[in-house]
C-alpha cells in the first residue's frame, strides 16, 4: 500500500477536506493494521487478499495503472490515459473487486481476534472431499441435518461410512442428528433403508460390547 508516502498520504487529507469520496481496495495484513486503522479515517477501505492489481481511476473517466519495479521506487513508472473505453473497463473491474472485498473492519477483528477468515473453495478432488465431510461429521458438536433425497443418496451415505459416522456422533457425542427424507412409496425401498439403518445401529452396539 503505497499511501503511506507523505505526499499521497497529504493528497489524500486536502481531497477528504473537499468532501471527494476516496475508496481503497487493499490486503490487509498484522504488518500494516495499524497503518488501515489511521486510513480509515479518510478513505472507505475495504480488504482483499492476494490481490495484485495495481490502479486508479479517477471520475469514472481518467485511470492511471502503476508499475513496480522495486520496493524502494515502487511508483517509479505509470500509465494515465483518459481513453473512455479503457476508463469504463477498469471501473469495471473496480466495482468488482470492491462487491467482491469484506469491510476493513471486518478484516482487522479476523486478526486481532486470531478468527480464520470465511472462504469458499470448490473442490474437485472426490477423495478429498469425501475426507472433508467425514471430518465435519466427526467433529460435530451439537447438530447434523442431513437431506437425502433417495434411497441411492442413502446407499451412498452408507457406502462412504457416514451413516456410521452420524451414529457415533449421536451416541457418543450426544449430537442431535436429523435426516430429511422423502416419503418412500415404495413399501420395499422403506424396508431396505430400515434393515441398513438397523444393522448399523447394530453394529456400532456391538462394536461397543467388543470393547468393553
Not at 495495481?54 to 494515465?80: H, K, W, Y
Not at 477498469?90 to 468488482?96: C, I, P
Not at 434411497?151 to 461410512?161: D, G, H, L
Amino acid at each position: 500500500m503505497y499511501a503511506t508516502l507523505e505526499p499521497i498520504w497529504n493528497a489524500f487529507i486536502i481531497l477528504n477536506n473537499k468532501g471527494i469520496k476516496i475508496r481503497i481496495i487493499t490486503e490487509v495484513t498484522p504488518a500494516n493494521i495499524l497503518y488501515c486503522k489511521k486510513l480509515m479515517g479518510i478513505v472507505q477501505l475495504r480488504h482483499m487478499g492476494g490481490d495484485r492489481n495495481n490502479f486508479g481511476v479517477a471520475d469514472r473517466r481518467q485511470i492511471f495503472l502503476l508499475t513496480i519495479s522495486s520496493e524502494t521506487q515502487p511508483l517509479s513508472r505509470a500509465i494515465f490515459s483518459s481513453f473512455k473505453g479503457l476508463a469504463e473497463a477498469q471501473q469495471h473491474l473496480f466495482e468488482t473487486l470492491w462487491s467482491k472485498s469484506i469491510p476493513v473492519e471486518q478484516r482487522i477483528r479476523e486478526i486481532e481476534e486470531g478468527i480464520a477468515p470465511d472462504t469458499i473453495e470448490v473442490i474437485y478432488d472426490h477423495s478429498k472431499v469425501r475426507a472433508l465431510y467425514l471430518d465435519l461429521v466427526n467433529n460435530a458438536r451439537s447438530e447434523i441435518m442431513l437431506i437425502l433425497p433417495t434411497v441411492n443418496a442413502f446407499n451412498r451415505q452408507q457406502k462412504i461410512n457416514a451413516i456410521l459416522c452420524l451414529n457415533k456422533s449421536a451416541r457418543e457425542r450426544n449430537v442431535d442428528v436429523r435426516v430429511l427424507m422423502p416419503l418412500l412409496s415404495d413399501t420395499k425401498e422403506r424396508a431396505i433403508i430400515k434393515e441398513k439403518i438397523v444393522e448399523t445401529i447394530k453394529g456400532k452396539q456391538q462394536e461397543n460390547d467388543n470393547k468393553e
